[in-house]
């Protein structure tokens, strides 16, 4: 069974994913990538070029060139990298501007602490799969950056966005579906997660003691322990604003702590940190439809759930599952996260023209609004469930 998904996701990665990619985002005109594919596959050349979504190619094509060792992935890997060197990376403040125009201009030149933390995944993992020293020279000012200027030295916590000189903003959301608020659940996880990596490769104390803080920041303040999920949004001091459950990123946060945990290699914080991330994983399978996805969000102030099927919960709905399944021999676990995959290549999986598909709604049907590819469509979250299944000894 196990090695069945295995080789089921080893062949999705390569002919479904990884090579639309290839074929069809490289940007030989103006450098980089394409900024936007519709989902009803249009290409826009013009669309502006964001920097999550570079950091997460060069995440996704670091990982698949250290896992497999394709010199085309490594290609498209260092491509990624040299672009966001040159273009996102902004050499006058530090940090990167949140997007660029089509041609590579800086169009919000604004410092979200969620992207850099991305930049430092993905420089983190280019490090690994090939020695480069320079990704990890930018990796650490990076981290750098983020320390000096985003974290609350009274309160605890990283905030959320800041001007392009680093200086107070109104207006610090990560998107139009977000609260405008300090201190974010999601922003936190992303630190967390490039920090996890960056210690993978740079076995630092001041890092080691950060990550530490992160760890205890989610159990501590983040979490919440009547309920089992995590909060979303906080003042700066911690008070949580909204009454809003992400299933998705619980589920994915709970695999995400454990790894952090693991990396860092303290037994004491494991076992911390393993009930609370078996009880998240709990908490977000009230999310499970019946025919095994998980529903997006549900908003308590409004009386309403958002039960589209998203791609990126679904890939994060497998890894979770999985994680459970082979650190604590749950194999309902198991079941959850192959019952997912069954609903993944039914629902998601374009077979004709490559990639996932954004979602599906409760009625079955396809979602052919949202992007294929863009600003937030990434190979990452896809991408990297089908490489922890491969590397990871069940």
Known sequence: MINELKEDVYNLLETNILSYWIENMQDKKY?????????????????????????RILWTFSAAYRLLGKPEYREIATRAKAYIIERFYDKEYGGVYWSLDYQGHPLDSKKQIYAIGFVIYGLSEYYRSTDDFEALTYAIHFFESIEQHSFDTVKNGYYEALTREWGEMTDMRLSDKDENERK???THLHILESYTNLYRVWKDEHLAKKLRNLILLFIDKIYNEQTGHLELFFDDDWHSKYHIISYG???????????????????????????????????????????????????????????DRHWWVQAENVVGHLDLYQHFGDDKALDKALRCWMFIKEKLVDYQHGEWYWSTFEDGKVNLTDDKAGFWKCPYHNGRMCMEIMERNF
Not at 34 to 49: N, Q, S
Not at 255 to 268: F, P, R
């Open 184 to 186: 974010t659940m999601n």
């Open 31 to 55: 450098g980089g990538f394409y900024g936007r594919i519709t989902g009803d596959g249009v290409l826009i050349p013009e669309a502006e070029k964001g920097a999550i979504l570079n950091a």
């Open 249 to 307: 990123h619980d589920i994915e946060a709970s695999w995400l702590i454990h790894e952090a945990a693991l990396v860092l290699g303290d037994k004491s914080l494991i076992k911390r940190v393993e009930p609370v991330v078996k009880r998240i994983a709990e908490a977000a399978d009230e999310g499970l439809t019946p025919e095994g996805a998980l529903v997006y969000e549900k908003f308590f102030d409004r009386n309403f759930t958002d039960t």
